[in-house]
């Protein structure tokens, strides 16, 4: 096919490309000039139509026209950064912010004002580079800054052995390196109440997918310095803010972040026999909360020891917290029934 025919066939398919995806769709066999070039031939005899801002430009068919200027991309220096002035300014230039519903420009306010807040205060980057965009189904938003990264944060300020153990802690929830001045929701929340969130930093991505109820711990081939957050909502979505916040309360009704929901299969990965120290591992952190979920999807047993940590010897110390396995197959269920669990009161 001729690399023209391809150009429009891809843009016709993803509604919007960028020059890297047809570089990707050659198998890298052309270079990212000449790429360019070709694209620049279609846009100035207007088969293409070009979008963005330079370091994120895209091109579109003329059909796909009301996708250009759906997007606003800014970079500015870190400091002295109000996330709310930052957002309103947005906003004056982007009017496609203004037109959304009621409960996604609640949830896009909350989720970015949470992100951007994050590279103001825990990333030391010099520079954040923030973009917003709509296409058909989404609202997109883009928190990039140069700086620490938040997995490296986590792990240097709170002593763990690698990052990985730093997403693990970063999952369970008030996770922070700054407690006086932070309550470690921002992250737990913002990636609940988005469609898929992902956040890369250095070598790692986290991706939560929340369509499928899954998560993704992966390992990256290009190495990102600083952290970038990448959040996508569907713009029919239902969700509100606060049936997403009601989720993690114990007593309904009431208000603040007491309950938290672990999967298992993120803390035990590598080994089939799972044991005591495993079981420490999962529950660091976990006295903050009155009610923990322990889902046990895709785990296919659980050595003893690690039953007796959690529901004996844990339980024993914080009788008010309640545990709650669920997802079981029947080796987990019976490893747990026969611990001997301490009488609550
Ligand atoms: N952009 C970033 N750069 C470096 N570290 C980060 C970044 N974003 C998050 N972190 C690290 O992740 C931790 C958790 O972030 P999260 O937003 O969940 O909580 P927090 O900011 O500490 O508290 P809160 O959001 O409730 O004010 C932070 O304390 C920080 O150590
Ligand atoms: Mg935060």
């Given amino acids: 096919m001729d690399i023209k025919e391809l150009i429009l066939k891809l843009a016709k398919q993803h509604d919007r490309i960028k020059t890297s995806d047809v570089v990707k769709e050659l198998h ?13 031939e279609l846009v100035n005899k207007k088969l293409l139509l070009k979008g963005g ?14 996708l250009i200027g759906q997007e606003i991309t800014i970079k500015l220096k870190r400091e002295d950064l109000e996330e709310h002035k930052v957002f309103n300014d947005l906003k004056e230039k982007a009017p496609f912010i203004n037109d959304l519903k009621e409960n996604i420009s609640s949830i896009l306010f909350y989720a970015f004002t949470e992100m951007l807040n994050n590279a103001i205060e825990h990333s030391r980057s010099q520079y954040v580079e923030i973009s917003i965009r709509k296409d ?5 938003f883009i928190v990039n800054d140069f700086g620490a990264g ?11 052995k690698s990052e990985l153990e ?8 008030k996770t922070t390196t700054q407690p006086h001045s932070h309550t470690g929701e921002g992250i737990f ?34 190495q990102k310095k600083g952290t970038k ?28 972040f007491d309950k ?41 047993t659980v050595g003893q020891a690690f039953a007796d940590e959690i529901f004996r010897v844990f339980q024993q110390i914080h009788p008010d917290i309640k545990i709650v396995p669920i997802n079981m197959v029947e080796p987990v269920r019976f490893m747990i029934d026969r611990v001997e669990k301490p009488s609550l009161s």
């Fill in 260 to 300: 938290t929901e672990i999967k298992v299969r993120l803390y035990v990965s590598g080994t089939v026999y799972i044991s005591r120290s495993q079981a420490r591992r999962i529950l660091t952190g976990l006295d903050k909360f009155k009610t923990i979920i322990l889902d046990f999807d895709r785990v296919t």
């Fill in 229 to 256: 957050v990448t959040f996508t909502l569907s713009l029919a979505s239902k969700k509100h803010l606060s049936g997403v916040f009601s989720q993690f309360v114990t007593e309904s009704g009431s208000v603040g």
């Fill in 166 to 173: 730093a997403i693990q802690d970063l999952l369970k929830g």
């Fill in 189 to 222: 929340f913002t990636s609940k109440i988005a469609d898929i969130f992902i956040l890369e930093s250095f070598g790692l991505r986290l991706r939560i997918d929340n369509i499928i109820k899954d998560v993704f711990i992966e390992e990256m081939a290009k």
């Fill in 136 to 140: 058909k189904e989404n609202i997109i």
């Fill in 150 to 160: 938040a997995f490296r944060n986590i792990m240097q300020e709170r002593k763990l």
């Fill in 53 to 66: 801002a330079t370091a994120g430009s895209f091109y579109v068919l003329p059909q796909n026209s009301r």
């Fill in 28 to 40: 890298n066999t052309k270079s990212r000039q000449y790429v360019n070039s070709v694209i620049r």
